[in-house]
C-alpha cells in the first residue's frame, strides 16, 4: 500500500465512522517531565550551593533497568548501604507502566523474550521471581506470565493474517526470497557468535564487516529486494532500533534473527521451536516494579543529577531535589553512573576520552508510546484472530498491544490499547534524528490522537466511536540507534574510570532489557567487591 493511499484509506474510515469532526476523546501527555531533563540539558542548578550533604557507600545515578540491576547486585552481595537517585517520579526508564482508566498498561517496553544462556543474569533473576523453575530436569516457564495465543498479527490486503510477514496473496518469487533470507540468517548463525547480551560475544572480523555494512546496502549485495520482505526488515529494525534498514548496519538487522529464534520462511522449519515471550498487562514495568521495590527508602526519585566528580576520598554527586526544591549533594566511595551516555558525558566532570567518544558516536532515536482506552470491545475484520501484537501493514507506526489479553477472563470488557510510534530514520519518516526529536516535542498531543486514529481505524473503524482518552508518553532519546559502524567504535571501550562505573544499554549500541541488566548487574558487582 502506497503512503498517500494508506492514509486516503485512513480518512475514510474515520468518516464511515461518524468522526470526520474532532473526536471528543480526553487526552494528552504522561509519564515524562520532560522540563527536568531540558533542565539538565540547559544547566539549570550546576552552580547552586548544596542545601544538605549526606553519604552512602555507593550512589547509583539512574533508575533505569540498568541502576535497578546494579541496586539489585548490591543487595545480593549483602551491600544495604545505596542511594538509587531517579530523574522521573517512579524508577524503570523505558520500561515503566501505567494505568489509563483504571487498567494497566504498558509505557514502554512491553516484553521479554525467554532469555538465552548468554544471558544468565537475567535467567537468575526470572528464577528470583518466580517466573521459571527447573522440573525433571528442565527449565519451565510459569504458563500465566508467557504471552498468551494467538500473538501476532498483520492487517495486509484487507483482512487480518496470522504472524507478521507478509503472506497473504504473495507470488512465488517473494516466497523465493524469503527463503533465500532464512537460508542467510542460518548460515550467519553458524559462522558467527550474535550474543545477548552482546559482551559475552568476540568482535569477530565477520561480525565488524557486516557492522560496516547499512543492512539496506546488506540486502541490496545479496539480490534481496522484494518490498514485502524490505517492509517487515525495516518494521523489525524500527522496532528494535527506532530506526529503518537504511540507517542501521547489517550487524544490526541479522542480530535481530541471529541472536534469537532465526528467521522461518513459510514452509520451512515450520516445526522449529520458536521463542517465547514474556508480557504482562502494563509491559516490562511489572519487572522495574518488582527490581524497585526492595530499595525502599533507598531508591529517590525526582532528582536530577546535574555533576558527578571523583574526589580524594571517594566521589560526589550534586542533585537537584524536584520536591524539596533544593541540591543535595551525596558523598560516596563509588559511583555507578546508569545513565544515556550522552547525558553521563555532560555531568561528568573531566570526562574520560572513551564516555566522550560514546557520547559523540551514539545516536538516539525519538519514540512514543500512546495508550488509548476503549470503552468496549472492538468489531473486527476477517482473518486471524485478535491478538497480543496486531500490526499494519504500510504503517508508521508498528500497531497496537492489547493490555487485556492476557487476561484469563474472556468476558468482553473495556481495554487498552498501547499504540507504538518510533520517529527515527527510515523509508516510512525521512527526516532525521533531530527533526524527528523536534517534531515529538513541538506536536501537540491532538497530532498524536489524530495519526492514531487515522491509522487504527483502517482495520478497526469503530475505534474512534469507541475511544474515551489517549495518553502519550515521549522518549526524546528513547533508544541507541546501532548506525554503521557503531559496533566497532563502542565495542572495546572501557566501562570504569577510577571510583566511576559505568552501566547503561547505550554501552551495547542498541537498547533491550537483557543488555541493560546485565551491564548493571556486573556494574553493581564490581561496586560490591571494591
Same mark, same amino acid.
Do not use: K
Given at each position: 500500500?502506497r503512503?498517500r ?7 475514510g474510515?474515520?468518516?464511515l ?6 473526536p ?5 501527555? !504522561?509519564?515524562?517531565?520532560?522540563? $527536568?531533563?531540558?533542565a ?11 542545601? /544538605? ?12 533497568v ?5 541496586a539489585?547486585a548490591? &543487595? ?6 545505596v542511594?538509587l537517585?531517579?530523574?522521573?517520579d ?16 504498558p509505557?514502554?517496553?512491553?516484553y521479554l523474550?525467554?532469555p538465552g ?47 507478521l510477514?507478509?503472506? *497473504?496473496?504473495?507470488?512465488e518469487?517473494t516466497?523465493?526470497?524469503y527463503? @533465500? ?5 542460518d548460515?550467519?548463525? &553458524? ?5 545477548? %547480551?552482546?559482551l559475552?560475544? %568476540?568482535?569477530?572480523p565477520l ?13 541490496d549485495r ?10 517487515? =526488515?525495516?518494521?523489525?529494525c524500527?522496532?528494535d532500533y527506532g ?10 538487522? =541479522? ?32 519487572? !522495574?516494579?518488582? =527490581? ?7 531508591? *529517590? ?10 574526589? #580524594? ?9 524536584? $520536591? ?21 558525558? #555532560?555531568?561528568?566532570e ?10 559523540a558516536?551514539v545516536? *538516539?532515536?525519538?519514540?512514543l508510546?500512546?495508550?488509548?482506552? =476503549? ?9 486471524a484472530?485478535p491478538s497480543?501484537?496486531?500490526?499494519v501493514?504500510?504503517? $508508521? ?6 493490555a487485556n ?5 474472556p468476558t468482553?470488557?473495556a +481495554? ?5 510510534? %518510533?520517529?527515527g %530514520?527510515?523509508?516510512?519518516?525521512g ?9 515529538l ?7 498524536? @490522537?489524530?495519526?492514531?486514529l ?18 502519550? +508518553? ?6 541507541a540507534?546501532p548506525?554503521?559502524g557503531?559496533?566497532? #567504535?563502542?565495542?572495546?571501550?572501557p566501562?570504569?574510570?577510577g ?13 533491550i532489557? /537483557?543488555?541493560?541488566? !546485565?551491564?548493571? *548487574?556486573l ?8
Amino acid at each position: 500500500m502506497r503512503r498517500r493511499d494508506f492514509l486516503g484509506a485512513g480518512a475514510g474510515a474515520l468518516a464511515l465512522a461518524g468522526c470526520d469532526a474532532t473526536p471528543d476523546i480526553e487526552g494528552g501527555f !504522561t509519564g515524562i517531565d520532560v522540563a $527536568r531533563g531540558h533542565a539538565l540539558r540547559d544547566g539549570r542548578w550546576r552552580d547552586a550551593p548544596p542545601a /544538605e550533604t549526606r553519604r552512602t557507600r555507593v550512589v547509583i545515578v539512574g533508575g533505569g533497568v540498568a541502576g535497578l540491576a546494579a541496586a539489585r547486585a548490591l &543487595r545480593l552481595a549483602g551491600v544495604d548501604d545505596v542511594a538509587l537517585l531517579e530523574l522521573e517520579d517512579e524508577a524503570g526508564g523505558n520500561a515503566r507502566g501505567g494505568r489509563v482508566g483504571g487498567i494497566a498498561c504498558p509505557l514502554g517496553a512491553h516484553y521479554l523474550p525467554t532469555p538465552g544462556d548468554d544471558a544468565r543474569e537475567v535467567q537468575d533473576l526470572l528464577e528470583e521471581l518466580g517466573l521459571r523453575r527447573r522440573v525433571a530436569g528442565r527449565w519451565e516457564y510459569d504458563e500465566r506470565h508467557l504471552c498468551h495465543s494467538p500473538q501476532e498479527r498483520l492487517f495486509f490486503r484487507g483482512e487480518w493474517q496470522d504472524g507478521l510477514l507478509p503472506l *497473504h496473496g504473495v507470488d512465488e518469487a517473494t516466497l523465493a526470497q524469503y527463503r @533465500r533470507f532464512a537460508r542467510r540468517v542460518d548460515a550467519l548463525r &553458524r559462522a558467527a557468535h550474535f550474543a545477548i %547480551p552482546t559482551l559475552r560475544a %568476540p568482535l569477530a572480523p565477520l561480525l565488524l564487516e557486516l557492522d560496516a555494512l547499512p543492512f539496506a546496502a546488506w540486502l541490496d549485495r545479496e539480490g534481496l529486494s522484494d518490498p514485502h520482505l524490505r517492509w517487515y =526488515l525495516d518494521y523489525c529494525c524500527r522496532d528494535d532500533y527506532g530506526a529503518g534498514l537504511a540507517h542501521v548496519s547489517a550487524w544490526a538487522g =541479522l542480530h535481530y534473527f541471529a541472536s534469537r529464534h532465526g528467521f522461518h520462511a513459510p514452509g520451512e522449519d515450520d516445526d522449529g521451536e520458536r521463542d517465547a515471550v514474556l508480557t504482562w498487562p502494563e509491559g516490562n514495568g511489572w519487572l !522495574t516494579r518488582r =527490581l524497585a521495590a526492595p530499595l525502599g527508602e533507598r531508591l *529517590h526519585v525526582g532528582q536530577v543529577a546535574v555533576r558527578i566528580a571523583e574526589t #580524594r576520598g571517594g566521589v560526589e554527586v550534586d542533585a537537584w531535589d524536584a $520536591r524539596a526544591q533544593r541540591l543535595v549533594r551525596w558523598q560516596a566511595a563509588q559511583a555507578v553512573v546508569a545513565l544515556p551516555v550522552f547525558v553521563a558525558a #555532560r555531568i561528568v566532570e573531566g570526562a574520560p576520552s572513551f564516555l566522550r567518544e560514546a557520547a559523540a558516536r551514539v545516536q *538516539h532515536a525519538p519514540w512514543l508510546v500512546a495508550n488509548v482506552h =476503549l470503552r468496549a470491545p472492538l468489531q473486527d475484520r476477517p482473518g486471524a484472530a485478535p491478538s497480543w501484537d496486531n500490526v499494519v501493514y504500510g504503517a $508508521r507506526g508498528l500497531g497496537y498491544v492489547d493490555a487485556n489479553h492476557q487476561a484469563l477472563d474472556p468476558t468482553p470488557r473495556a +481495554t487498552v490499547l498501547s499504540w507504538y510510534r %518510533p520517529l527515527g %530514520p527510515s523509508a516510512l519518516d525521512g527526516a532525521d534524528v533531530a527533526e524527528g526529536r523536534r517534531r515529538l516535542l513541538d506536536a501537540p498531543w491532538t497530532a498524536w @490522537r489524530d495519526e492514531l486514529l487515522a491509522e487504527l481505524a483502517v482495520p478497526h473503524p469503530d475505534l474512534p466511536r469507541l475511544a474515551t482518552r489517549i495518553e502519550v +508518553t515521549r522518549y526524546g532519546h528513547a533508544m541507541a540507534v546501532p548506525s554503521p559502524g557503531l559496533l566497532a #567504535r563502542i565495542g572495546g571501550l572501557p566501562h570504569r574510570a577510577g571510583r566511576l562505573l559505568f552501566a547503561h544499554a547505550d554501552w551495547s549500541g542498541y537498547s533491550i532489557f /537483557e543488555e541493560a541488566f !546485565t551491564r548493571g *548487574h556486573l556494574a553493581g558487582t564490581l561496586a560490591a567487591a571494591a
